[in-house]
């Protein structure tokens, strides 16, 4: 090396930043988006030929373009929403649940199962409330089953959370080929096409209006229970230390348990919204991974419930216009998930620039 | 420049963010010189040598080693400068030998030797006067084998600049004045010796010169000979201040907490408390010392139910109705539950006794929010709290919805300490609570664990510093390997008395 490399500073060095102020916070993320924008379209002409304008036009027409479309996209918001909300508890108390996905599936399996094997025994509303019970248990059993082997003897969670979706999934595909129909052909269809029994009532003439309001429902309750109630507060000082937890005289172990029960049962709803209130039967893709997305959710929101209303909000967006560029510039589908991962990727990326920032050499007068 | 001097600073600027850790320092090390670097906790002492030794990259300012400018980019480049850090926390691999360690990311050509590498070992530690066994696995080491271990380590790589980061926090006085003697061998070998440290008596009987920084700030340089430590404590706080201790007379003695014969074997089967007794009583302040991880936590846990126990009682009696409770394997709540005033200062405060994240008023809350059958928090008297608090005790804060986190340690100590007596508690227990304060807030807790003596709590203090536990305890009890060496008046003993007492169950490796 010469000696003049020898005695330069390296070229840039990261440092933290202590602060930053709330609008230019806000104009980092805005130029994460638009760069995420700008990378999506040189995308688009490099690989397709199209127009990026044209691209881009879709992918709003695909989100908001008709009446249709935006209602679609709030009954998505609201179900991304309310998984997202039942995971938090558990990630804000440092419990890494991965298993919302088979926590909402079983539950949406749960609540097909009172739909099938309840109908005409039980009157519509007390069917409706099985299902509802029946959903909201069985999502509370799949997750406290992690929890307990947590609390006592310290198993790691990550895995045991993700295991459990895949047992989930195995048992919505084995009462899929045993309650076909028609038989053999290896789905359940439509449960109670003709008389719509246990579906949830229309409400307003619109489709999906009683789910999202459920969800905004749930939404104020989540950020009323973990600022102001006790058991919030109790989530909290485990989630930061369970030191702390242990030496104020917080039973953890008792913590972790009640707040996986109401993670869990809250996914048990989101199956239990999915399949009595739009989709009226089960299938493997029922839950369709916002089980995996809802935790990116969250953690973007810094797990504020008001907050996930807006990020769920633009991952919906962005995947329901990515479908339509798909299908309009007669691409395949995977050039739509392309094109969301690009965004998603600037949009974490950036929280990167939040946090520290970066500090090139001076220019030295010498 | 300067004809002899091994390592000279120029202007050295280092920000973390908005804080500035250093600004504008100079100071220059000569060759067989011991300088000390005097300054409190948070003044940048750490931040400064971390820049020498490739840690840290300086925002400004130069280097010059023997009058040659130099770029510490990387711990590789101070090797090759051979500067040689000895951290405050050892970087060793505990199930090696001390030679394995020694040589361990040495990227020496030729043959793995390991019989070459243990001779070298002795020989140099023949030359300064280490003891050291070459071959002796690490975690069978007490702390000051160690950091032989750490500082033959770096004279191995033939480093001739050697900086010491506070190393005499974990040594008994006897320790201590073993490792000066090492150290001004070789710095008569013409080594260059920098050793960083806060406690004023080390600097006057150790070191040649003295340089001082006060947040940050470069204060100055002034040799030992010709100072003291009233002039080294003005520069170092910035004004004058007097270091007393009213210590008054234990009045009203009654026994609070009678602890017998306990016993506990840690997770990893190592008995870490044998058979301990002594009695608390309430009116007195009573000092507990000893080397670090001799069982004081473990001690001090165990009494706050976090630590159970294999033998043994802690019987609390209670002031009020005279009867006699067994705290042992009780958890916190139900000894809370019992109407035992107990508060607990433990050792990692923002670990334990606070959330870092969360403001001053949810840190109130921690002791009082299961309050009241409503599901929901009250925020009101906590508030109240945080607010007085603050007043009370002067905490330096933007407000009281600032994280604790933000805080600096004094201040994070204040809240701690200050909501911890606010239950006016019977029996109070402290560990380590001045350990990174400065000056003026450490007399400001030593203060308030007086008045709670005074109002007739039994308080328990684990120190490190002797002097201070001489000068505030009424009684001090010296534990050893997790077992009670001796309990001796502290009006009528020295730090020597102390330091055999602690060492005392490994007498036949000491004593010169």
């Known amino acids: ?366 | 420049m300067s004809g002899n001097a091994a390592i000279e600073l120029k202007n050295i600027t280092k920000v973390f963010g908005s804080i500035v850790a250093n600004k504008d320092v100079c100071l220059t090390v000569n060759r067989g010189e011991i300088l000390s670097i005097l300054g409190e906790n948070g003044s940048g002492k750490t931040t400064l040598m971390n820049m020498i030794s490739g840690i840290y990259f300086p925002d400004h300012g130069q280097i010059f080693i023997d009058g040659e400018e130099v770029v510490i980019r990387s711990p590789k480049d101070a090797f090759k400068y051979k500067i040689g850090m000895i951290h405050q926390h050892f970087k060793l691999v505990d199930v090696f030998s001390a030679t394995e360690n020694i040589i361990l990311g040495l990227e020496k050509k030729g043959k793995y030797n390991l019989k070459a590498a243990a001779a070298e070992v002795k020989s140099i530690s023949e030359k300064y006067g280490f003891e050291i066994d070459p071959m002796k696995k690490i975690h069978e080491m007490s702390v000051s084998e160690k950091q032989t271990v750490e500082i033959i380590k770096v004279l191995f790589r033939g480093a001739d600049i050697l900086i010491l980061d506070e190393p005499t926090a974990v040594l008994t006085p006897q320790e201590t004045q073993k490792l000066f003697k090492i150290l001004r061998r070789m710095r008569d070998d013409g080594k260059a010796i920098i050793i960083i440290t806060h406690k004023l008596h080390e600097v006057l009987s150790l070191s040649d010169r003295v340089s001082v920084l006060r947040k940050g700030e470069y204060i100055g340089t002034v040799n030992t000979a010709e100072t003291d430590e009233a002039q080294l404590t003005e520069m170092m706080v910035g004004k004058k201040i007097s270091l007393n201790i009213d210590r008054s007379e234990p009045k009203e003695l009654e026994e609070r907490l009678v602890v017998t014969g306990l016993d506990c074997i840690n997770r990893e089967g190592v008995k870490v408390l044998d058979n301990v007794s002594f009695t608390a009583y309430s009116g007195e302040l009573l000092g507990i010392a000893g080397i670090a991880g001799s069982g004081q936590r473990e001690l001090l846990e165990a009494i706050a139910g976090l630590q159970s126990l294999n033998e043994g009682s802690i019987i609390y009696h209670d002031p009020k109705t005279g009867k006699e409770e067994n705290l042992r394997n009780k958890t916190p709540r139900q000894i809370r539950d019992l109407g035992v005033r107990l508060s607990f200062v433990p050792e990692d405060r923002l670990g334990m006794g606070l959330v870092g994240s969360m403001d001053i008023i949810d840190n109130m809350m921690l002791r009082s929010y299961r309050k009241g059958k409503s599901m929901f928090l009250e925020r009101k008297a906590p508030k109240d709290l945080a607010m007085q608090i603050i007043e009370d005790l002067s905490v330096v804060t933007p407000g009281a919805t600032t994280p604790v986190r933000q805080l600096s340690g004094g201040n994070v100590q204040k809240v701690l300490v200050g909501r911890e007596i606010s239950s006016s508690p019977t029996v109070l227990m402290a560990a380590y609570p001045v350990r990174g304060l400065d000056i003026n807030s450490s007399y400001l807790i030593y203060n308030l664990l007086n008045e709670q003596k005074e109002k007739g709590a039994a308080v328990i203090f684990v120190g490190e510093d002797l002097d201070v536990l001489i000068e505030l305890c009424d009684r001090i009890l010296v534990i050893g390997s997790g077992s009670v060496a001796g309990i001796v008046d502290a009006r009528n003993t020295t730090k020597e008395e102390i330091g055999l007492l602690m060492t005392k169950s490994k007498t036949s490796e000491k004593e010169e």
């Open chain 1, 1 to 366: 090396m010469s000696n003049e490399v020898k005695h330069r500073e390296p070229l840039f060095h990261i440092a933290k930043r202590s602060s930053i102020v709330w609008w230019k916070a806000w104009l980092v993320r805005l130029g994460a988006i638009v760069l995420a924008f700008f990378f999506s379209a040189v995308l688009t002409v490099l690989l397709t030929g199209e127009n990026p304008l044209d691209v881009f036009s879709s992918l709003i027409k695909g989100a908001i373009g008709t009446n249709r479309r935006i209602w679609v996209l709030f009954q998505n918001t609201a179900m991304l929403l309310c998984v997202a909300l039942a995971v938090t508890p558990a990630f804000k108390m440092k419990f890494w649940n991965i298993g919302a996905e088979g926590q909402a599936l079983i539950g949406a399996m749960a609540t097909a199962a009172c739909m099938i094997k309840l109908t005409g025994v039980l009157p519509a509303p007390l069917l409706i409330l099985a299902m509802f019970v029946a959903s909201v248990v069985s999502g509370a059993v799949w997750a406290v089953i992690p929890a307990l082997f947590k609390a006592k003897w310290n198993t790691n969670e990550t895995l045991f959370t993700l295991m459990m979706n895949y047992i989930a999934i195995q048992i919505v595909s084995y009462f899929s080929g045993e309650w076909a129909v028609p038989k053999g052909s290896g789905k359940i269809g439509i449960i109670n096409g003709d008389t719509m029994e246990g579906w949830l009532p229309v409400i307003g003439g619109k489709n999906y209006l009683l789910n999202i309001l459920v969800v905004a429902a749930i939404t104020v309750g989540m950020y009323i229970y973990l600022k102001y109630s006790k058991h919030g507060y109790e989530i909290a000082v485990v989630g930061e230390s369970q030191n702390t937890a242990r030496y104020i005289g917080i039973n953890v172990k008792k913590v972790i348990i009640r707040t996986m029960i109401i993670s869990g049962a809250l996914c048990g709803v989101a199956g239990f919204l999915l399949v009595a209130g739009t989709d009226h039967t089960v299938t493997r893709d029922t839950i369709a991974g916002r089980g995996f997305t809802a935790i990116m959710v969250s953690w973007l929101a810094k797990f504020n419930p008001l907050y996930m209303v807006l990020t769920s909000l633009l991952i919906v967006f962005m995947e329901r216009g990515a479908i339509q560029i798909s299908t309009s510039c007669g691409l395949n589908n995977s050039f739509s998930e392309i094109i969301t991962g690009i965004i998603i990727f600037f949009i974490i990326g950036c929280e990167f620039f939040l946090n520290y920032q970066i500090k090139f050499r001076e220019k030295e007068g010498k």
